[in-house]
């Protein structure tokens, strides 16, 4: 129904139905706070790597100059040496960069590949759907988040640039070295701390994704129904196909009656139909059984087909709850049944084998 309050929680079948339109959960800060904490790790490990190898090139390019020839070829080999010291030095904090950037994305939509969600949607192209994404509460949330990262962050950038300062220009006074120095490992400090921030931001943001991606996923009672109906079935047709396998299974039951050997009653609340093929089965078979009025309609067509009638009420009673319709009896009324079928086989003038 069109308005109707969505507040039920989503199926399985809505969430795969999701998934398979590219619709999961995920937060885009957790993938920049990781990306940058990574990639200012791995700056600082490798820093020591980097500085060597950069220093160790420009020593040797100062050494050549004046004493090689320029000409196109050393400027070719110079340049191959550059992009070759470029690739073993930057190489493995671009590779990191890049492994940080797309496994938070694989683990957090568990390997997802799908090509749907880059479909294109005309809806996109509708100006009144673009304003209400303006004024919608995603829109104000990503707004208020920026406002206070860039808050917060400023403020962290002023409190530790304006508590390092004074050291900074005093190491500057001893030596350009020393305070050079001083502001790298100042400027790492800073940016840690900055990812630090960003990891809280991240695990905020992500709460709030959660929340609204349980609440798009989230269903009305009647979607709840029409989905059943689509997995499961109606429930009327269902219902009417179990009456109608029940009304065929009836019939069959009581079209096996005249093939009984016996039914045995008490006198009208139960009857029970016995059936014994000794070429077939083990041991007799109830091939029918009823209570009250069903019981009535055995019993009934049992005296029309000549079928040997015998009240027993304890043990029409047992079987009728103990024993299925085509099943055999259990091993503890062998003796029972056994009795009942002797007497009707000596009243057939037939003998019973055992």
């Given at each position: 129904m069109a308005g109707e309050e969505k507040t039920e929680q989503a199926t399985p079948?809505?969430?795969?139905?999701?998934?398979?339109?590219?619709?999961?959960?995920?937060?885009k800060e957790i993938i920049t706070a990781i990306s940058v904490l990574g990639l200012f790790a791995a700056m600082r490990l490798f820093m020591g790597f980097v500085t060597e190898n950069i220093l160790a090139f420009s020593a040797s390019v100062f050494e050549r100059v004046g004493t090689t020839e320029i000409n196109q070829d050393n400027i070719m080999a110079l340049?191959?040496?550059?992009?070759?010291?470029?690739?073993?030095?930057?190489?493995?904090?671009?590779?990191?960069?890049?492994?940080?950037?797309?496994?938070?994305?694989?683990?957090?939509?568990?390997?997802?590949?799908?090509?749907?969600?880059?479909?294109?949607?005309?809806?996109?192209?509708?100006?009144?759907?673009?304003?209400?994404?303006?004024?919608?509460?995603?829109?104000?949330?990503?707004?208020?988040?920026?406002?206070?990262?860039?808050?917060?962050?400023?403020?962290?950038?002023?409190?530790?640039?304006?508590?390092?300062?004074?050291?900074?220009?005093?190491?500057?006074?001893?030596?350009v070295m020393q305070g050079m120095t001083y502001a790298l490992i100042s400027i790492f400090d800073l940016v840690m701390l900055i990812c630090i921030l960003l990891v809280f931001?991240?695990?905020?943001?992500?709460?709030?994704?959660?929340?609204?991606?349980?609440?798009?996923?989230?269903?009305?009672?009647?979607?709840?129904?029409?989905?059943?109906?689509?997995?499961?079935?109606?429930?009327?047709?269902?219902?009417?196909?179990?009456?109608?396998?029940?009304q065929m299974a009836m019939s069959r039951m009581m079209a096996d009656v005249?093939?009984?050997?016996?039914?045995?009653?008490?006198?009208?609340?139960?009857?029970?139909?016995?059936?014994?093929?000794?070429?077939?089965?083990?041991?007799?078979?109830?091939i029918a059984k009823g209570k009250d009025h069903l019981a009535l309609r055995i019993v009934k067509i049992a005296e029309e087909n000549d079928v040997y009638l015998m009240e027993d009420p304890p043990l029409a009673r047992l079987l009728y709850s103990t024993v299925d319709v085509g099943r055999e009896i259990p091993v503890e009324l062998y003796n029972a049944v056994a009795e009942v079928l002797t007497v009707v086989y000596r009243a057939k003038n037939k003998t019973l084998h055992a």
């Open positions: 079948k809505k969430r795969r139905d999701a998934r398979k339109e590219g619709d999961v959960l995920q937060s340049f191959v040496e550059m992009i070759t010291i470029f690739v073993i030095t930057v190489g493995p904090i671009c590779a990191v960069a890049m492994l940080l950037g797309i496994i938070p994305t694989i683990a957090q939509t568990k390997g997802l590949f799908t090509m749907k969600a880059l479909r294109p949607k005309f809806s996109r192209l509708n100006p009144l759907s673009g304003i209400k994404k303006l004024f919608s509460l995603q829109s104000a949330v990503g707004i208020l988040k920026g406002l206070i990262e860039v808050t917060v962050i400023g403020y962290v950038i002023y409190s530790e640039v304006a508590a390092r300062l004074p050291k900074f220009l005093a190491l500057m006074n001893a030596g931001v991240a695990a905020a943001d992500f709460l709030f994704q959660w929340w609204q991606f349980e609440k798009k996923l989230k269903m009305s009672k009647q979607e709840v129904k029409e989905e059943y109906k689509q997995t499961e079935g109606d429930p009327q047709i269902k219902s009417k196909i179990k009456q109608k396998q029940q005249p093939k009984a050997d016996v039914v045995i009653r008490n006198p009208t609340h139960y009857a029970v139909a016995l059936r014994y093929d000794q070429d077939a089965n083990r041991a007799p078979q109830v």
